[in-house]
């Protein structure tokens, strides 16, 4: 296919490139890839479009994964899935749920493919239990000369590390091994707290719960937290009314309509952020784990994400509280802070430390660019990590002073690409041309 543009879920990219191509196997990914490096072009497998930067633009050949989402194989005994790399996760939450098992933890979003969510740095909450990425076992990728190769901590090891959250530079990511666990039930507990009562508790909170996180509502002081933990049952979910009001009518319906307002009249965003704050009601419900983790998020937004070190979260929240205060920002978005434990994948955010995660969202349309400039001064000055698939303006001479191993991930990319077939120029920002 050609004449084709693709762009992100929040049209902050588009991509018109020389070719889609929609491979039905490994064996066609190959082929595209070698017929691109043949003819000195560049070649960028997509997802979803989630990802707010320009990670997955080409101006070559855009590999769609439709068809690649199959699940390989399952093993309950070793604890193990195989699939390919453009299932959807809500997809893979289906097949998992069908044969009693289910992702030890995951983000709160489920319709990014497997894949996509894994190679950009995907994350979710937890004590215990990192991102994606650090449940990869396994993985089979393309390489720039159509070299198909299974790596995992005992066969290519240096390639594994290197492209667990990848970033599709160190070849064409088609199927992924990771490990899983037997389906459980969570125990949802949401309740609104003043946020310096959350984080002078941030120590206890973190500690009591194995998933905690929580929702900041600039211009107020208060929070909702949510804390999820693990419970034998019996399931409890919300009931069918109160779930669609919640998580449907206020969640979506009502909150496009109060930011299309927000946006025509920024003055009022203070007042209404009161009344929304004054409006939260604590709930508690008990269902399967992945309905819980995740949720719908359909109004279109524009984020960024810091992961800074989970020691220094209380002072970063207050700066950019003031931060907010200095700016004249007008902000209807609460920040969303969550936490993941010390990982070892080498471009991880979460790599050697554990970490906080604080996300700014903004409603797509509405300038960004002020508002994000200084928080990010912020991040920065704790030695933040931007999340890959998230608006930042970093570059590669800040990213090595805060990525230990990004120089052996280089390494391991002049070997598995050296003639920069799967380059595009957000890569020759964050990593060098």
């Given at each position: 296919m ?6 992100t ?6 991509a018109?490139p020389r070719?889609?191509?929609v ?5 066609d ?6 017929a691109?490096a043949?003819?000195?072009?560049r070649?960028?497998?997509?997802g979803?479009g ?6 997955a633009?080409?101006?070559g050949?855009?590999?769609s ?14 604890g ?5 790399a453009g299932?959807?996760?809500?997809d893979?939450n ?7 098992l289910a992702?030890?933890n995951?983000?709160d979003i ?5 894949a996509?969510a ?5 994350h979710?909450t ?11 076992r396994?993985m089979?990728i393309?390489?720039?000369d ?5 790596c995992?901590?005992?066969?290519e090891?240096?390639?594994f590390?290197a ?10 990511v ?7 666990v ?5 125990h949802?507990?949401e309740e609104?707290?003043p946020?310096?009562?959350v984080l002078?508790?941030?120590p206890e909170l973190?500690a009591?719960?194995?998933h905690?996180?929580f ?7 208060q929070?909702?937290t949510k804390?999820?933990n ?5 399931a ?7 779930a ?8 979506n319906t009502?909150f496009e309509?109060v930011?299309r307002?927000?946006r025509?009249?920024p003055?009022?965003?203070p007042?209404?952020?009161q009344?929304?704050a ?8 008990t269902?399967?784990?992945h ?9 279109r937004?524009?984020e960024?994400e810091?992961a ?8 970063v929240?207050?700066?950019?509280r ?6 004249d920002h007008r902000?209807?978005?609460?920040l969303?802070v ?9 471009l991880?955010t979460?790599?050697g430390?554990d970490?906080a ?8 349309g509405?300038?960004y660019?002020r508002y ?6 912020v ?10 698939a998230k608006m ?15 120089h052996d991930?280089l390494e391991?990319?002049?070997r598995?690409?050296p003639g920069?077939?799967?380059a ?5 920002t964050?990593?060098?041309?």
């Amino acid at each position: 296919m050609t004449n084709v543009v693709w762009h992100t879920w929040s049209g902050t990219h588009a991509a018109r490139p020389r070719r889609v191509a929609v491979p039905n196997g490994t064996g066609d990914v190959v082929s595209a890839v070698r017929a691109a490096a043949a003819e000195g072009s560049r070649a960028r497998m997509v997802g979803s479009g989630h990802s707010f930067t320009g990670v997955a633009v080409t101006d070559g050949t855009l590999l769609s994964p439709t068809s690649l989402t199959r699940v390989r194989s399952v093993d309950p005994a070793a604890g193990t899935v195989t699939v390919e790399a453009g299932l959807p996760l809500c997809d893979l939450n289906t097949a998992l749920d069908g044969h009693g098992l289910a992702l030890a933890n995951m983000g709160d979003i489920a319709v990014q493919t497997v894949a996509g969510a894994i190679q950009t740095g995907t994350h979710g909450t937890g004590r215990d239990i990192g991102g994606l990425a650090a449940q990869v076992r396994g993985m089979e990728i393309v390489t720039a000369d159509g070299t198909v190769v299974e790596c995992s901590p005992d066969r290519e090891a240096a390639l594994f590390e290197a492209a667990r959250v990848g970033l599709g530079a160190f070849g064409v990511v088609t199927a992924l091994t990771l490990a899983v666990v037997p389906s459980f039930l969570l125990h949802a507990r949401e309740e609104p707290l003043p946020l310096e009562e959350v984080l002078e508790r941030l120590p206890e909170l973190r500690a009591d719960n194995e998933h905690f996180e929580f929702y900041w509502f600039p211009h107020t002081g208060q929070t909702n937290t949510k804390r999820n933990n693990r419970t034998p049952g019996p399931a409890a979910p919300p009931p069918r009314l109160r779930a669609w009001l919640d998580d449907e009518f206020l969640s979506n319906t009502v909150f496009e309509a109060v930011n299309r307002l927000c946006r025509r009249a920024p003055a009022a965003i203070p007042a209404i952020n009161q009344v929304s704050a004054r409006a939260l009601s604590a709930r508690s419900y008990t269902d399967v784990s992945h309905r819980v983790f995740t949720s719908a998020r359909r109004v279109r937004f524009v984020e960024m994400e810091y992961a800074v070190p989970a020691g220094a979260l209380a002072d970063v929240l207050r700066e950019v509280r003031a931060a907010i205060g200095a700016g004249d920002h007008r902000i209807s978005f609460p920040l969303e802070v969550r936490f993941t434990p010390a990982d070892d994948v080498w471009l991880s955010t979460s790599y050697g430390r554990d970490t906080a995660y604080v996300a700014a969202h903004v409603y797509r349309g509405t300038p960004y660019d002020r508002y994000f400039a200084d928080l990010e001064a912020v991040f920065t000055s704790v030695g933040g990590r931007p999340h890959w698939a998230k608006m930042h303006t970093r570059d590669r001479a800040y990213l090595e002073g805060v990525y230990p191993r990004l120089h052996d991930a280089l390494e391991v990319r002049e070997r598995a690409d050296p003639g920069r077939v799967f380059a595009n120029p957000y890569l020759d920002t964050v990593l060098g041309a």
